[in-house]
């Protein structure tokens, strides 16, 4: 069944049914690409106070812009109480900042962050490329079906990336490989791991992050979109 994520300011709850409004992207992808008819059943969901809450739905009525449904299910589900999040170099390319992003959504992390290190190509953020990383995510939300659309910031100064990373954890991942999970599973607090550039942390960079654990993440030394996607898959299945 088709997931669909919103914004919970788009949503208007009455008895059993249920109303969205104010998405004519929405609406016109069930019109044009899905093609819904009355009854048809879908899912919707919203996040807000640190949950999501997940609706089963019968459509009953629809227009260009509005659509409402009748109630099947309802499900809520609480964020991960373990904030693990994702300091990754600035690519060479933004097409592999929207691969990182799309593939670590899908597997369900919580937080994506993007920092200038002396060896980034790119060191200006572009805004439309930004909320195109924003959409993005949020398809990569409905396909996998997670229940949390991922923080996605630009740290572009060190005053930005320090106070940044003083809440939290740090791991920087090397490209050798030992047992990283031994560190990460004695580890309570949130975490913070990091990902340097392909052409590794200059002596500047690794100032910033002094106080990081260092580990070695695989055998191979592998591009910095290869390691935080193979980074992440090992977190979620040790």
């Known amino acids: 069944m088709q997931l669909f994520h919103i914004d919970a300011d788009k949503v208007r709850i009455k008895w059993n049914n249920i109303e969205i409004f104010s998405i ?25 106070n640190n949950q999501t809450c997940r609706y089963e739905l019968s459509i009953q009525d629809w227009t260009d812009k ?9 499900q809520t589900l ?25 593939k670590l959504t899908e597997i369900w992390i919580q937080n994506i962050y993007f920092w200038i290190s002396e060896h980034s190509v790119i060191r200006q953020r572009n805004e439309k ?32 990336i320090i106070k940044f990373i003083t809440w939290k954890g740090l791991i920087l991942a090397n ?8 560190i990460s599973k004695d580890l309570n ?30 055998k191979n030394i592998l591009r910095m979109e290869t390691a935080s996607i193979v980074l992440w898959w090992l977190l979620r299945n040790k």
């Open 66 to 74: 509005d659509l409402s449904g009748e109630i099947i299910t309802i």
């Open 129 to 160: 490329k930004s909320e195109r990383m924003k959409k993005i995510s949020c398809e990569a939300v409905e396909q996998s079906r997670w229940i949390q659309i991922p923080e996605i910031k630009f740290l572009k100064s060190e005053s930005d």
């Open 175 to 182: 490209m050798w490989w030992i047992t990283y999970w031994e």
């Open 78 to 102: 609480p964020f991960p109480k373990r904030n693990i999040s994702m300091l990754i170099a600035m690519p060479n390319k933004r097409e592999k900042a929207e691969i990182i992003v799309q």
């Open 24 to 48: 004519p992207e929405l609406l016109s992808q069930l019109r044009k690409v899905l093609r819904i008819k009355k009854w048809d059943k879908i899912c919707v969901q919203f996040s807000s």
């Open 189 to 218: 607090n949130d975490l913070c791991w990091i990902i340097g550039p392909e052409w590794w942390f200059s002596e500047k960079d690794l100032k910033i992050f002094k106080d990081a654990k260092i580990i070695d993440l695989w």
